[in-house]
C-alpha cells in the first residue's frame, strides 16, 4: 500500500504468488496482507503467501490511517467514520460535509439510506418474531449441534493438511515433451484428413512430377544432337512436341499436387482445430484453474496458426526434395556412377550433423512455446488492470516485467534461429566441396568410361550419350544443393511438429463426466420437492491440494430457505460448485430427491438447478439473446420475466428493446442491471432449487432488497440456498449454515443460534449490527420521513440487547475462560 493506490469493485489478480499479487512489488507482504486478513484467507484457505489468490473496515482506519482514502461505496454503513461525505446524483455532487452535517440538508441522502432502514426494520420484525415463538419452546438438547460437533470431531481425525507433507500451487509449469517427436504423432496428423489418402495422393502426385521433369531433360539429352557432324535422332517439330508435353505434364502435377495439399491442410488445420476445442470446452474447470488463459491462448493461436500456414508448406517441401533426391540420385547412378564414391561420406556426414543439431533444435522449440504464453498472459492482465497499474503508479514495474518475458521468448527463439543458420553453413560448404570435387571428376575421367562406346566407334543405343557429362554436372549441382535442403527440411518438419504435439496435448485432455446418461435419465419433472442432501462431501481441487471440504453432512429440505456464512475460504463457493458438479468430490455424495447426482449426466443435473452468481455474466449479443440463448421461450413470457425483476421498463426505453445490443461481458450495462438480467434468467426457468453465491455483494441495498422480495414472491415454493455477506440476507432464512475451515460449524434456525450467545452467527450479527449503531441516531432524526416506528424501536433494542450481551460474555470469557 504505497502513496497512490486503488482498490477496484472487481479485484484484479496477477497471474502469481499471492506475495506479489499482495505486496504489488514491494517489500511489507506481512503488514500489506495482516491488514485485509489474507493471511487466513487465502485460496483454500491452506496455502498462505504461496496461495494463487478481510475486513476492510479495520483496513481504513487502522492501516491506511494516515492516508488519503476515497472511498466510493453503496454501503453507507461505513459512512459515520467519514472525514467528509459527497452525494452524487446524476454526475452532480448534491450534497457535501460530515456525516452529521448533511442529515438535515436534504433528502438525497435520506433516499440512499431508506432501503437500510427498510432492511433492518425487516430483519427486526423477522427476529422478533422468533425470539418469541422460541421463548415458548425452548431449544431440545442435544440435535443437530450435537451432530454437527460429532462430525466435527471425526473429520479433524481424519484432516489431511497437503499431500505428501509439500506446499504446491494450484497453477503448475507448463508441462513439455522430451526428446524427439513420436512417429505415432507423425501418423496420427498425416491420416487426420481422409484416412491419409490424400497424403497418398500428394506424394503420388510429387513423384508423377518428377519422373515427368527427368525424363523431360533426358528427353533433350537423347534427341538433340551430339555435334553438327551427326543427325539429331528426331525432328524439331516432334522434339518441340514432346518436351512441350513433358512441360505440360509437369504442370498438370504441380497444380494437382497444390490442390491436394490445401486441401489436406485445410481438413487436417480444421479438424486439429475443433477438437483442441471440444476438448478445451469438456475440460474440468480445474484445467482452468491450473492453466492460465495466456498458456490456452498460446495453444489456440500461435500452435494453431502454425499448423494452418507453415506446417503443409515445410511438409510439401520435405516431401518435393526427398524426391527430388531420389530422382537425381538414379540419374548420376545412370550418367556418372562413380561420383557416388565422394557422395556416400558426405551423406553420412550430412547426418551426423542432422542429429548433432535436431535436439538441441528441437528443445529449443519447446522452450520458444512454453515461453510465449506468460507473454500472451502479462499482456491480458496488464490490458485487464491498466487502471489498477496507473493509480499505484506501477508502469514502470509491469513494462520491465513485460521486456523480461519477451526477453525469456526471445533469447530460446534466436538459438532457434542461430542453430539452423550453423547447420545451414555447414551443409553450404558440404556442398561447395562436394559440386567441385564432381565437376572436376567428370572433366578429368576418359571419354569412354561416362559414354559407353562399341567397337565400331558408334554409340550404343538408348545408353548414356555424349553429353551425359553436361547432364550429370547439372543434376550434380542440384544434388550438392538438395542434400543440403533436405537435412534442412527434415530438420524444419520435426521443429513445426512441436506445434502439432502441443496441440495433441490439448487432445487429450480429461473430459468431464458425459452430458447425458442414457441408462439413468431423471424424470422430466425431478427435482419434485428440492430436498438436498448431502453425505460426508470431501472436495478439493487437484489431486495435489489439501481439502476444501472435508467431510461435512447436511440436508437442505425442499421449499425451505437456507443462508450460508463464513469467512473467505471457509468452502461456501466451493460447496455450491460441487453441487453443480463443476468440482467432482473425491468421497461423499450429494442426493437430490432421492437420486445420486453422479449417477446422472452433466446436462440433466445442470438443466435443473439455477443460480444467480456473485459476477453477473452478460454476452455479446442482444437482450433476447442474453434471457433465453437456446430460444425457449416466446417474448411475451421474456417481458414477463423482466417486469418481475424491475427492468422491463429499462429495456422498453432502449431502441431496439428485446434487440437493443449488449456488448462484450455486458459493459454498456451498470453493474445492478447485469444483475437482475441474471434474475430474470432464473424468472424465466423457474427451477425447482435456485442458488445465490452473493448475488447482491456488488449491487446497492435498494437493488438488493428489490432481489430478496422477488425471490421471495415467486421463489415461495422453492428450494433456495443463499451465500451471502449481508446479515439481513441471510437473517429470514429457514435455516443458516455456519462454515469454517471446510467444516460445518453451526447449522440451525436463525433465532436458535442467536439464543447462544457464543455461536459464530451471533458474533456475526454482532459484529453487524455495531456497524449500524449509529445509524440508528439517523433513523431518529429522520423518523418523520418514514413509518413503522414500533419496529424501529424494536429493532433498536434488540440490536442493542444482542451488542451489549454479547460483549459482556466475550469480555467475561477472556478474563476467565472456566466461566460459563
Known sequence: MGLKGRHDRAAGCPEAAAADGVAGGGPRMSNAEGAVGAAADHCCGCHGALADWGDSHKCMLDFLESKTVIYVTHQVEFLPDADLILVMKDGRITQAGKYDDIVNTGSNFIELVGAHKEALLEMGKKLASDLKDANENKRTQG???????EE?????????????????????????????????????????????????????????????????????????????????????????????????????????RAMLVMKAGYETANKLFYKMHFCIFRAPMSFFDSNPSGRILNRASTDQSAVDVKLPDTMILFVAVVVQLFGIVIVMSLAAWPVFLF???????????????????????????????????????????????????????FENTCLNLVDNYSRPNLHVVGALDWLGLRLDMLSSVIFSFTLIFLVSIPEGTINPISRNKQLIPLSPIKGTAGLAVTYGLYLNKIQGWAIQKLCNVEIRFISVERIFQYCSIPSEPPLEIESNRPDSFWPSHGKVDIINLQVRYAPHMPLVLRGITCSFHGGRKTGIVGRTGSGKSTLIQTVFRIVEPIGGEIVIDGINISSIGLHDLRSRLSI???????????????????????????????????????VRKKEGQLDSTVTENGENWSMGQRQLVCLGRVLLKKSKILFLDEATASVDTATDNMIQKTLRQHFSDSTVITIAHRITSVVNSDMVLVLHDGLIEEYDSPTKLLEEKLSAFSKLVAEYSMRWMSFFLLWIKISDYFSDMGFLVLSFVYFLTVNIANCRLNKQHVENPNTH
Open 343 to 397: 557422395f556416400i561420406p558426405i551423406i553420412g556426414i550430412c547426418i551426423c550433423l542432422q542429429r548433432y543439431y535436431i535436439p538441441s533444435a528441437r528443445e529449443l522449440a519447446r522452450l520458444v512455446g512454453v515461453s510465449k504464453a506468460p507473454v500472451i498472459q502479462h499482456f491480458s492482465e496488464t490490458i485487464t488492470g491498466s487502471t489498477t497499474i496507473r493509480s499505484f503508479d506501477q508502469n514502470g514495474r
Open 143 to 149: 440435535t443437530i449441534k450435537d451432530h454437527i460437533q
Open 612 to 650: 444467480i452468481p456473485q459476477d453477473p455474466t452478460m454476452f455479446n449479443g442482444s437482450v433476447r439473446s442474453n434471457m433465453d440463448p437456446l430460444e425457449e421461450y416466446t417474448d411475451d413470457q421474456i417481458w414477463e420475466a423482466l417486469d418481475k425483476c424491475q427492468i422491463g421498463d429499462e
Open 152 to 256: 466435527n470431531v471425526n473429520s479433524q481425525k481424519g484432516k489431511e493438511v497437503y499431500p505428501n507433507g509439500k506446499k504446491r500451487q494450484l497453477v503448475e509449469e507448463e508441462e513439455r515433451e522430451k526428446g524427439k517427436v513420436g512417429l505415432s504423432s507423425y501418423f496420427k496428423y498425416l491420416t487426420i484428413a481422409y484416412g491419409g489418402a490424400l497424403a497418398l495422393l500428394v506424394f503420388l502426385a510429387q513423384i508423377t512430377f518428377e519422373v515427368l521433369q527427368i525424363s523431360g531433360s533426358y528427353w533433350m539429352t537423347w534427341a538433340s544432337s551430339a555435334s553438327q557432324s551427326i543427325e539429331a535422332r528426331v525432328g524439331s517439330s516432334k522434339h518441340i512436341i514432346v518436351y512441350v508435353s513433358f512441360g505440360i505434364g509437369c504442370a498438370f502435377c504441380v497444380l494437382t
